[in-house]
Nanobody, 121 residues
């Protein structure tokens, strides 16, 4: 059974930083592309960052470029999202996702339960 367990969400002030982690189990992690989506209230879930199985093929949506960094540690079966210079517009539920090969902008095969990030002004 595949499980993706996010952690690191919480309340942060504008301008602050937060690091999300997603620990994967039940799959051969190094065969999977990983990604982070987010869903703000009243909005659709959106892919904001993804990373290939070997750590390459990194993509960021424009709104997080230069502020967020995705990385992975295949030895720990974990993917990270370092978020800097946070703004209230980054407030959302953040979801970890996995798909063999590469996570797509349209979705993924496996999802975490989500972790809330709230940025106060």
């Amino acid at each position: 059974q595949v499980q993706l367990l996010e952690s690191g969400g919480g309340l942060v002030q504008a301008g602050g930083s937060r690091r999300l982690s997603c620990a994967a189990s039940g799959l051969t992690f190094s065969n999977y592309g990983m990604g982070w989506f987010r869903q703000a209230p009243g909005k659709e879930r959106q892919l904001i960052a993804r990373i290939g199985w070997s750590g390459d093929n990194i993509y960021y949506t424009d709104s997080v470029k230069g502020r967020f960094t995705i990385s992975r540690d295949n030895a720990k079966n974990t993917v990270y999202l370092q978020m800097n210079s946070l703004t209230p517009e980054d407030t959302a539920v953040y979801y970890c996702a996995a798909r063999r090969g590469m996570v797509l902008t349209t979705g993924a095969a496996y999802w975490g339960q989500g972790t809330q990030v709230t940025v106060s002004s």
